[in-house]
């Protein structure tokens, strides 16, 4: 039993108390496709007043992080980890279940929901929570869904799992696609674009870059310049050994 489960069980029972199982109707851990593959989101909740996404993290410690950074730091005592920064991960699930839907992202709220002993080191949007996810939720109160509308989303996500028949290995291989795809982000889902550094030791050199800049900064080394970079490293080996050698047997 993962602890990520575990995570996911305890957001979706503090969820079943505090929202109306009737206003909010609540999918788990669905697997939706996309044109690059798959994306798996831990729970959607479906109401007149938009969709809501939420992403659960069972960790402890510290939380280091931003917006902007690609990656989160957990510190626990004196050990450091690094995590994707899930808002990346929620802006994917937005984007891939607006264009599964057809409705518009404007409509889809996310969500990131921390049940662990935590305690956020730096400043987070007010989407990032420890607590108080069904009040958040509850803060939208305009409708954006008639009936009807709720009734056809409703009907897409319980077919999903039936119609696409998508296996936890399946959707496992589709991420190692496309983290390593040239065309697709993997952060967000939006395609890549070939940039060029414009100043700096670099200018020149060209890199992959997420045409969602800047909301999502990924960027890519493109392959020539990484097989460059390994070339240089080992001839710089090669020569300290040389050189070793030569201090040795003098």
Same mark, same amino acid.
């Given at each position: ?55 659960? /993290? ?61 305690? =956020? ?16 939720? /509850? /803060? ?7 009936? /009807? ?63 969602? =800049? ?37």
């Amino acid at each position: 039993m993962s602890k990520g489960w575990v995570g996911e069980k305890k957001t979706q029972f503090n969820l079943w108390l505090s929202l109306n199982t009737k206003l909010y109707q609540r999918f788990h851990d669905v697997i939706i496709p996309s044109n690059n593959g798959t994306t798996q989101i831990d729970h959607i909740f479906v109401s007149p007043f938009g969709l809501f996404i939420v992403e659960t /993290k069972n960790y402890k410690g510290w939380i280091y992080g931003s917006e902007t950074q690609s990656n989160w730091t957990q510190v626990i005592y004196k050990s450091k980890y690094s995590f994707q920064n899930p808002l990346r991960q929620t802006h994917r699930h937005k984007k891939v279940l607006s264009k599964y839907l057809g409705i518009n992202e404007l409509h889809i709220q996310t969500v990131i929901s921390f049940v662990g002993d935590v305690k =956020f080191k730096t400043e987070l949007p007010s989407n990032v929570l420890r607590s108080g996810v069904g009040s958040y939720i /509850k /803060k939208f109160k305009d409708k954006v869904f008639s009936d /009807k509308e709720i009734e056809r989303i409703i009907d897409l996500l319980s077919n999903v799992k039936s119609e696409i028949n998508i296996s936890k290995e399946e959707h496992i291989q589709s991420l190692h696609n496309r983290h390593t795809s040239e065309t697709v982000c993997p952060s967000c889902g939006s395609d890549l674009l070939k940039r060029t550094v414009k100043q700096g030791a670099r200018q020149g050199s060209q890199f992959l870059g997420c045409s969602s =800049f800047p909301r999502c900064r990924y960027t890519k080394e493109l392959e020539s310049r990484s097989n460059w970079r390994i070339i240089t490293i080992v001839v710089i080996l090669f020569l300290v050994i040389i050189i070793v050698k030569k201090i040795i047997e003098y």
